[in-house]
């Protein structure tokens, strides 16, 4: 899935009776947000506008000359 330009990986599971959402920047795989809910849509909606937020604000940069350790840039 795409969120504000980047690649992310939702993981939501349930641990009694709240649900555990987790969202990733798939590459390189850090982490991005996390939220609790009642429902998996709750606690995914939660994650999401969160997570949107937090990615519209990162600013994508070319890596500096010679660099090859920044995949997708």
Do not use: H
């Amino acid at each position: 899935m795409q969120l504000a330009g980047w690649p992310i990986r939702i993981v939501t599971y349930r641990l009694g009776a709240t649900y555990r959402t987790t969202i990733d920047n798939t590459d390189p795989g850090a982490w991005v947000v996390k939220a609790e809910g009642t429902t998996k849509q709750d606690a995914e909606s939660k994650a999401l506008k969160e997570a949107e937020t937090l990615l519209e604000n990162v600013k994508k940069q070319k890596p500096p000359t010679g660099c090859t350790s920044v995949p997708g840039f």
